[in-house]
Nanobody
Framework: QVQLVESGGGLVQAGGSLRLSCAASGRTFSTYAMGWFRQAPGAERDFVAAISRSGVSKYYADFVKGRFTISRDNAKNTVYLQMNSLKFEDTAVYYC?????????????????WGQGTQVTVSS
């Protein structure tokens, strides 16, 4: 079992930046690949970014490439999502997730544990 708690969301103007954090507790953090998803009102929960257990491999949705960066600190049991050049359409609840299945990191079904989410609102 692993518990995930996101933080760092908030209200930001378009063009601004936020850094989300996801703190994990429980089973050894480094055994999980980690991902970020987001869900806007009335929409599906979409893949945003993922990172391998070691942090070497990273994956991004096309709509965030060049703007968002995922990273992790295994010593701190934390994964981050640095979001730059934010757009109104980035407004959503952002969820962190942990996966024991590194071959399915771009799909919701590839994750075993989820956090409660943190709201990101970008004003235009």
């Amino acid at each position: 079992q692993v518990q995930l708690v996101e933080s760092g969301g908030g209200l930001v103007q378009a063009g601004g930046s936020l850094r989300l954090s996801c703190a994990a507790s429980g089973r050894t953090f480094s055994t999980y690949a980690m991902g970020w998803f987001r869900q806007a009102p009335g929409a599906e929960r979409d893949f945003v970014a993922a990172i391998s257990r070691s942090g070497v491999s990273k994956y991004y949705a096309d709509f965030v490439k060049g703007r968002f960066t995922i990273s992790r600190d295994n010593a701190k049991n934390t994964v981050y999502l640095q979001m730059n050049s934010l757009k109104f359409e980035d407004t959503a609840v952002y969820y962190c997730a942990a996966s024991l299945n590194p071959g399915q990191l771009m799909t919701r079904s590839g994750y075993d544990y989820w956090g409660q989410g943190t709201q990101v609102t970008v004003s235009s």
